[in-house]
């Protein structure tokens, strides 16, 4: 592998190294398209916390951002939804 790719990886494994992280990606599995106050409430963690997260998932492609009008929808990527069947073979 080069270089490049082990860097790419690292931030990969470091957008899913949160329980919370892993549980936004659980959410946006079962419904799409929230916001980040949605997030926010369905997984009862700060509003600041919850946008942060979202940035991290968002960096590493797990989470893609849609703009709606004056909100801002999330929903996962293949790589979020592969990383997701990947985590529920742990269980």
């Known amino acids: 592998m080069e270089k490049k790719r082990y860097r790419e990886l690292e931030t990969i494994f470091k957008g899913v190294a949160s329980h919370r992280r892993i549980q ?3 959410l946006l ?4 398209e929230q916001s980040v106050f949605d997030i926010a409430e369905h997984t009862s963690i700060d509003f600041r916390t919850a946008s942060e997260h979202l940035r991290k998932l968002t960096l590493a492609g797990i989470v893609m951002k849609r703009s709606d009008g004056a909100s801002v929808r999330h929903a996962l990527t293949k790589r979020g939804r592969d990383i997701l069947k990947f985590c529920r073979t742990l269980e």
């Open 24 to 26: 936004i990606i659980d």
């Open 29 to 32: 599995d079962k419904q799409s």
